[in-house]
């Protein structure tokens, strides 16, 4: 037999060291320097004119969605502009006028890209029209549209098993992209839809299910005007979901207190000048945070049931500082927590979690008497082994206090992709849903399969083990969002066909199977027209509001499509047009796909109309105090166990994070102005005693390394930098860490893989 044909591609890049330059870390988020940054990018990426224009029209009731993340935008956004630097900054990057296109890829090969970085792919431009790597080839080369369809559905037919395909979601995604992709993935008979939330906020979702019996968070954006105290947990909105600090300046100013839970003491919960009002241009900063506890990694638990056990010591006294009236009503398990919390020794809890024995009775005393309390948080708490635990031992705080449920407290999970929760909703998932089946039998007029697919981590498996021949990606950039890079790049290759669905170009158009296919399509920001008439599209945001969104830029050629429709096509070439779903009209006239989503999605109604303006709000059963599909009809509080780490002297709990600079994997600079980072992405955060014990000065390089299950992986070639951060902790940039993360280490029930919390030694170069 012939050897197997391997192309020779990098899965890092070039490792080399830039100019790295450290400065004081910047203590004052946004202002006037964040508006400076964001026009500063999309002026150099887009020109004036078009920047001017697109910006004016973000998150405005008949503009276009940030692409960036999830957080809602105000009943009455802003006039001088409802966006913040980092939305600014995602619509530079898709709207750029730089281009990818066949003469660039016929003077360079896979093999020569793969040794850029990602910094460097990504500046490359927008892909421009549809490419194919031929088997035994190393360059991609044009492909027309009908051929490419074709191709697919040919090579969909060579399976042997529905089961064989893999039909991978990113979170950026239209409703009506992400429905007719899960329904034809369900209609060519395979539940195999892995999507980025099983990277994110699985652990979320789990959690809430089991307690509160919804999967999404319960508050609305108005809730955190008025709360009484804001935890921000395991979350850093000043780089991630910056326009949130201004929903907390206004809590703020109503009187309310901000908790922050986190080892690092991050630059957006310091302080915070609201570019949206003029005092943000001219007053003092405000600052944020009141308490913050720097948490140990992955120590939540411990913490928390120290606040717990301290609080129910006090209404031991009087009965007045958990809400009794609601725990009869509501809740099942009071008994059984409060017997649990008295087997743990507070001295070891104190130990464990690494904050302060001041700072503990400070947030005990000024949780004591509030009820209006909301908890958000986001990557800190789910990426762990025991993120599922994390979450719900939050969710008893709240319970206790009677904040669920009522205005101005609840869960608050900060959702990542800006649709990732629409997605979801519209059928993204691997697992079964009885309910969403029934009623595509009844109004698509198929039978879906009914066997449990696919999530991220078993996607990878699969393909690794040769059982997945075929993975197609709706945007993202699986092989370097996944864990264990190395793996995963193997099992990327296992395929016999690979598709990507995107804009740019990224790693995961490198690193491909024996035949590869990348197929452009439209930015948020773009116009999308068919027949003479401006389409739009819908997204769900963070907190459950369905809201239209419409392009206004011209798009960056006529020759790519839109994602619904290039499904349809797909869809209508599998079935040679024959199949109960009207595909290709689909595809030309969203309207119809809204009606179908209308049909077949519960809490989705007249999304057509309601969608208008500021969008409606989805059903939410916590808010409704309706807990009937849950154990005796009642939200549950949880018993937790305590995570187990046993650190060796020479060992740490490394978190993987975000810079200032970065949409995950897409990398916008190389500074992170808010830890003091200019022009460099390998460097790791550790603490100067941690440093001083190990022999390690500031700028020493290391390798890091991780063991698990007798395998070796290093990342190497970082930079130590003194950090303020608990001892035994480190962290550092992701995606270059994820070579670190072991592909069958992930949260219990989840199945989330425990990037913020990999032990690993360091090695001095
Ligand atoms: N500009 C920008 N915006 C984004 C993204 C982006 O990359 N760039 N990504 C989007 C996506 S998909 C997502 S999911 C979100 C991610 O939003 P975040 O979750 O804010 O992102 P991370 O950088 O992963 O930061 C995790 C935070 O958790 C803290 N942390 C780590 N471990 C622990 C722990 O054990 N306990 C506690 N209490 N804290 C801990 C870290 O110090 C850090 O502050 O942002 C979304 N928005
Ligand atoms: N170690 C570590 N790993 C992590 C995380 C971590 O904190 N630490 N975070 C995890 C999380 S929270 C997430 S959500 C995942 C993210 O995983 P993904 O969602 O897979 O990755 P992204 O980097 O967001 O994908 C970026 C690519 O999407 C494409 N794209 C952009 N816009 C569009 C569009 O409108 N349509 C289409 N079709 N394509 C588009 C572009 O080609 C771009 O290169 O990563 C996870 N991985
Ligand atoms: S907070 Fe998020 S959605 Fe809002 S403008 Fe900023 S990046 Fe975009
Ligand atoms: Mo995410």
Not at 6 to 35: C, M, Y
Not at 687 to 693: I, T
């Amino acid at each position: 037999m012939a050897a197997k044909f391997r192309r020779k591609v990098s899965i890092t890049g070039n490792q080399d060291f830039l100019d790295l330059k450290l400065k004081e870390p910047v203590r004052i988020a946004a202002g006037a320097l964040g508006v400076k940054e964001a026009l500063r990018h999309s002026f150099k990426e887009m020109g004036v004119a078009r920047s001017m224009k697109a910006l004016s029209s973000m998150n405005q009731h008949d503009g276009f969605s940030c692409p960036s993340c999830a957080w809602p935008d105000p009943e009455n956004p802003s006039k001088i502009g409802e966006y913040c630097e980092n939305g600014a900054k995602a619509l530079a990057d898709e709207a750029t006028t730089a281009q990818v296109d066949a003469t660039f890829f016929k003077r360079h090969s896979v093999e020569e890209l793969s040794q850029l970085t990602d910094y460097e792919l990504n500046k490359l431009g927008r892909i421009v029209a549809p490419f194919v790597l031929r088997e035994g080839s190393i360059h991609y080369e044009p492909i027309a549209w009908t051929e490419a369809y074709a191709l697919i559905a040919a090579e969909l037919k060579k399976l042997e098993s529905p089961n064989e395909a893999i039909f991978y979601t990113s979170g950026r995604s239209s409703n009506e992209a992400a429905f007719l992709y899960g329904m034809f993935a369900r209609a060519f008979g395979t539940n195999n839809m892995p999507d980025c939330s099983n990277m994110c906020h699985e652990s979320s979702g789990v959690a809430l299910s089991e307690t509160l019996g919804i999967g999404k968070g319960s508050v609305k954006l108005e809730d955190l005007y008025e709360a009484e105290v804001v935890i921000v947990a395991g979350q850093n909105p000043g780089t991630n979901h910056p326009r949130m600090l201004s929903a907390l300046a206004k809590c703020k100013e109503n009187g309310g207190k901000v908790i922050s839970i986190n080892p690092l003491e991050e630059s957006g919960l310091v302080n915070f000048k609201n570019p949206q009002h003029l005092k943000g241009w001219v007053g003092p900063p405000q600052s944020i945070a009141d308490i913050h506890l720097p948490v140990k990694i992955n120590q939540d638990i411990a913490l928390i049931k120290l606040i717990l056990i301290k609080l129910a010591a006090l209404d031991s006294i009087k009965n007045d500082i958990f809400d009794h009236e609601f725990l009869k009503t509501y809740v099942a398990g009071y008994q059984n927590l409060l017997d649990n919390l008295k087997t743990f020794d507070e001295k070891l809890l104190l130990a464990q979690c690494g904050v302060s024995k001041e700072k503990i009775e400070e947030t005990v005393t000024l949780l004591a008497k509030k009820s209006k309390i909301v908890v958000c948080w986001a990557m800190g708490l789910t990426q762990h082994k025991n993120g599922v635990a994390n979450i719900r031992e939050y969710v008893n705080l709240l319970l206790l206090k009677g904040a669920i449920g009522k205005p101005n407290a609840g869960t608050c999970p900060v959702r990542g992709h800006s649709n990732v929760q629409g997605d979801r909703s519209v059928g993204i998932m691997h697992f079964v849903n009885e309910t969403l089946n029934k009623n595509i039998e009844q109004f698509l007029g198929f039978v879906p399969p009914k066997q449990e697919g696919y999530d991220t981590v078993a996607a990878m498996k699969a393909m690794h083990d040769g059982a997945a021949k075929f993975f197609m990606c709706l945007g993202g950039n699986f092989l370097m969002a996944a864990s264990d890079t190395t793996y995963t790049a193997e099992a990327i290759q296992n395929c016999d066909f690979t598709v990507q669905i995107s804009t740019k170009l990224n790693r995961s158009h490198l690193v491909t199977g024996k035949i590869a296919l990348i197929l452009p399509t439209y930015g948020r920001s773009e116009k999308d027209i068919k027949n003479g008439k401006l389409r739009n599209i819908t997204i769900e945001n963070s907190m459950g509001q369905v809201r239209q969104s419409r392009g206004l830029l011209q798009p960056i050629t006529d020759a790519i499509r839109s994602e619904p429709e290039m499904i349809a096509a797909i869809a209508d070439t599998y079935f040679e047009g024959k199949h109960s779903m009207n595909w290709k009209a689909m595809g030309e006239n969203y309207e119809l796909i809204r009606q179908k989503i209308d049909q077949v999605i519960s809490g989705f109604s007249n999304t057509e109309h309601r969608s208008k303006g500021a969008g409606y709000y989805l059903p939410n059963n916590v808010r409704e105090l309706d807990f009937s599909k849950l154990p005796e009809g009642k939200a549950q509080l949880t018993i937790n166990t305590m995570p187990e780490h046993h650190l060796e002297k020479d060992e740490y709990l490394l978190m993987t994070m975000r810079s200032h600079d970065q949409f995950n994997t897409t990398i916008y600079g190389l500074d992170d102005r808010y830890r003091g980072i200019y022009n460099e992405r390998r460097v790791l955060f550790m603490n100067q005693k941690d440093m001083h014990e190990a022999g390690l000065a500031a700028q020493d390089v290391v390798a890091i390394r991780s063991e698990y299950d007798g395998i070796l992986r290093t990342a190497p070639r970082f930079k130590v930098i003194p950090y303020a951060i608990p001892q035994s902790n480190l962290a550092a940039y992701f995606p270059e860490t994820n070579v670190l993360v072991p592909f069958n280490h992930f949260a219990d029930k989840s199945n989330t893989p425990i990037s913020k919390s990999i032990k690993v030694k360091l090695v001095k170069m």
